[in-house]
């Protein structure tokens, strides 16, 4: 059974910075691009981030996030990464990974973010 455990969300002020990380277990990871998602009140979930498989990823961002959002990812540790840089509120949203692929693996409990003064 594979399991996601995405960690390291918070209250944080407009223009902060938080990292998330995502663990996952129960399957091979290195080859699967993996994606990381949002979901806010009443909204659908939504793709903030994306890489490609292997040791070097090459990564993808919607307009929304590109130049503040970095994703990454250690095969090693199974594990992907979003660096979040000047945080907005309209970034107030659980966090979700997931493989970039369909169907995903069943979605982890997600972390929540919240940008707020």
């Known amino acids: 059974q594979v399991q996601l455990v995405e960690s390291g969300g918070g209250l944080v002020q407009p223009g902060g910075s938080l990292r998330l990380s995502c663990a996952v277990s129960g399957s091979i990871f290195s080859i699967y691009a993996m994606g990381w998602y949002r979901q806010a009140p009443g909204k659908q979930r939504e793709l903030v981030a994306s890489?490609?498989?292997?040791?070097?990823?090459?990564?993808n961002y919607p307009d929304s996030t590109k130049g503040r959002f970095t994703i990454s990812r250690d095969n090693a540790k199974k594990t992907v990464y979003l660096q979040m840089n000047s945080l907005k509120p309209e970034d107030t949203a659980v966090y979700y990974c997931?493989?970039?692929?369909?169907?995903?693996?069943?979605w982890g409990q997600g972390t929540q973010v919240t940008v707020s003064s």
């Open positions: 997931n493989r970039y692929t369909n169907p995903p693996w069943p």
């Open positions: 890489i490609t498989s292997g040791s070097s990823g090459s990564a």
